[in-house]
């Protein structure tokens, strides 16, 4: 192995601990935590985020990250390990800037707002969660502002994060290109709409069952319930071994298409 890998390994172990504490939390928030207990979780969500950020954003990582992306070094690499570095960097590049201790609210903030979205969604009433979404943005805003380079929008930043390689320009162009064929097609199928009978998917269906099915169709395409879990969220999202679904007693692809898209 090479040595500045070796040392780099050695370095992000712990972060890498942090990360998974990170999600453990994140995953019981959002599936069975009491409402009570979120205050606190989401102080050592802080906490652990800050923990998380001093591990990765020092000089010593930094320096290594360096090194390893060396010509020379990187032909020592193999295709997993190079990976892992480009990773690494990628990271530091996305916190580096940013302060400690806004990173720390940010990250108390963002485990806060789900229980809030979730009480707002349950009384739909969005003002409830307006506040909470507006301090969201403007740290996007503010975190954008502080790793744009000049002349680079704070959008573009954010797009590069999720896209990688695409910024406001390319995907307009894209979605362009794309409007001129999908936009005559659309209409095409909505004059036909009135053929297809989807009324199978406004039913009722028993939610044991619905569970049972989707535990079924789990284990069908792959996932190995001896190292994940499957667990009920309001907000469904992915999360390491793990798959969040939200079931609906009258919609019943919905819980079918969360569960066979989650990676």
Known sequence: MNKYFDELMKRIEKTMAFQAALTL??????TQAPEESMEYTST????LSNEYFTNLINDDVKKLIHKLSDEKEQEDLDFNQKAIVNEVKKSIEQLEHIPPEEYQAYSELTAKASGIWSKAKQKKNFADFSPTLNEIVNYQKKFAGYRAKKGEKPYDILLNDFEEGFNMEKLDEFFKTIKESLIPLLKEVSKKNDMIDKSYNHQHFDIAKQKEFCKFISGYVGFDFN???????????PRICTIMMYVSPTI???IIWKVLFSP
Request: hydrophobic share 45%; net charge negative.
């Open 252 to 254: 019943f692809m919905k």
């Open 25 to 30: 939390f994140e995953w019981d928030a959002e």
């Open 44 to 47: 050592t969500i802080g906490i």
């Open 227 to 237: 190292r994940g879990v499957i667990s009920e969220s309001a907000h469904p999202l």
